[in-house]
């Protein structure tokens, strides 16, 4: 039977302690006790009368010379290397990390941005889907109807927004209207200016450029509120007296979203009619009573009718995506600014995704 491992101390030549028996694991038996409770100055380890020595051993006798700043002697070659194995363990060196293939980030980063685009369109669905049945509920029980939270965001989405949209629209008009009078000019058409400014004001800029001043303006606030709400637990309240959020927060918005754009669009559009006509007058000399009578020659009421056609989904789309990114605020107020600032890309990406979608459809029907 091998003996334990022991150590005896020679307080000669600045201090030995000598080793002998089996120094590993199984039989250590209280020699790390021991070592520790050594007091005074140890200048040497002897382990030449050791019978054996494992990573155990050969770590506690390291850790002690290190300690105390003596040497060990008395090892043969096996065991040196066994302790300059351990000496060297102390400051593992770390593998270099190999260099990222850039095809392979680049095809991780696109995955990984793919699945995230799905994931939040599912989400947008699944919001969608969450309105309509809101709405369903709320119509089939009138009473659930807050009238007082819609009429409040009739003024925060419509007429608080009168002012920003008619100087947008007034400059937008006097720009289609100075760059399309520079082109035409230089044919002699400077009059087809007019048609220029009706019909696409009509049709496409007044009710697109409604949209994105209402994304920014209403989509990142319903964001941020109903965010802000999330993080304080007032819509966890608010389920738990019974509360349906989606019927308390998101109908009301949306329902004032969706009923004022189409009338935001318009008043946009006669706005940038009216800019492009001033600049007529002054710059082409057109009387304003010219411009009037060319626009009602030259404008179909198709116009008219496919901006009031695509005010609307506008609307539900604005609407529902600053609410959806509100509800998926999670964490910390640094969510918020987050998530503001997703819905107002989301809303406006989205428009004009849809917008697009709109010039093809009604051109296959006939509406141009």
Known sequence: MTASADFTRDDTDGGTLRFTGDLSLANLGDLPERLAAVEGDIAHLDLSHIARIDTVGAWLVHRFARDRGATIDGLDANEEHLLAQVAAAEHPVMPARPAPDPLTHLLAEVGDAVIQ??????????????????????????RRIRVNATVHRFEVVGVSALGIIALMSFLIGIVIAQQGAIQLRQ????????????????RELGILMTAIMVAGRSGSAFAAQIGTM??????????????????????????????MMPLLGFYSSLIAIFGGGLFCWISLDIPLITFVQRIREVVPLTDLYVGLVKAPVFGAIIAIAGCFQGMQVEGDAEQVGNRTTIAVVQAIFL?????????VFFSEIGWI
């Open 117 to 142: 685009a799905v994931r939040t369109l599912y989400g947008l669905l699944g919001f969608m889907g969450a309105t309509v049945l809101a709405y369903i509920h709320v119509l089939t029980h009138p």
């Open 187 to 202: 044919f002699g058409a400077e009059v087809f200016t007019i048609n220029l400014i009706g019909r696409i004001t009509l």
């Open 230 to 259: 999330k993080l304080t637990e007032e819509i966890d309240a608010m389920r738990t007296i019974g509360v349906s959020p989606m019927e308390a927060l998101v109908v009301p918005r949306t329902t004032a979203v969706v009923l």
């Open 351 to 359: 428009v004009i995704v849809l917008d697009a979608f709109f010039a």
